[in-house]
């Protein structure tokens, strides 16, 4: 058979015919392995995000609420759904696979984020602790200062100034009452 006589018979348009088909049969079959990827990632990330609470349909029309995830394999999991009416609750036993649609969808729980850890260098001796000074009574605060230099204080305070002021004379007087006559007694000696 002369190959020459059954290429030179076809003419522009079979070529044509004969590429459209080729084009045809390559995107027939290149495009559904695309569309399947897509596909199979969308319903991993579906199967992968239920967790329990989860309000979810089956294939088989069976509606109910997740209450656990039991992961059988790293490829295997199933998951335990409690469906029915109030009175009568059941529970089921399915494949992870057989969830079609995730009805209604509980919160994720927040991943908790670390906290930066600063390395401290460790703490040589304490010091003593400092002895707390004694409050100095009014009759010495009286003597050392003079008493105009008292008033240009009191009146450049602020009325919550001043009432903090008072309470805190207040009970320094109360406390310095007894070390006041000791002090004062010690002096007149």
Known sequence: MDFKFMIGAFGAEQWILIALLVV???VLIVL???????RNKAVNELYNSIRPGDIIKTVGGIIGEVKEIKELSPVDKQM????????????????IQAVYQVIDKVAAPTPIQPTETVATEPVAETPAPVEAAQPISEETAAADAPVEMKEEVVEETA?????????????????????AKGKSTASKK
């Open 24 to 26: 045809m049969v390559v």
């Open 159 to 179: 009325p919550a100034e001043k009432d903090t002021a008072a309470k805190t004379g207040a009970a320094n007087k109360t406390r310095s009452a007894g070390s």
């Open 80 to 95: 335990v759904i409690e469906t029915g009416a109030e009175g009568s609750k059941t529970t089921m036993v399915f494949d």
């Open 32 to 38: 559904p392995m695309f569309t399947n990827k897509r």
